[in-house]
């Protein structure tokens, strides 16, 4: 096991839903849902990605239909 926690990784669909930025606490931590779309060959297997603070305007450029590769950190 290494030292460093963070995982990157990419995922790529097709843009399935995009929730509107949601807004918590005092300070104002924002968070904002889009789900991928992977075709399969029997079902569609659908990849929930949430965004957080200033992420969630990068959503902005995102329609549904969309085909993106979205970059992550676990």
Do not use: W
């Not at 030292?3 to 990784?9: D, Y």
């Not at 104002?28 to 969630?56: M, Y």
Request: net charge negative; with cysteine.
């Amino acid at each position: 096991m290494s030292g460093n926690l963070l995982n990157e990784g990419k995922v790529r669909g097709i843009v399935h839903l995009i929730e509107e930025t949601k807004t918590y606490g005092q300070k104002g931590f924002r968070k904002r849902l889009v789900v991928l779309e992977q075709p399969n060959d029997r079902f569609p297997n659908f990849v929930p990605i949430e965004f957080t603070q200033d992420a969630c305007d990068s959503v902005d450029e995102l329609g549904v239909g969309d085909d993106v590769e979205v970059n992550f950190r676990l």
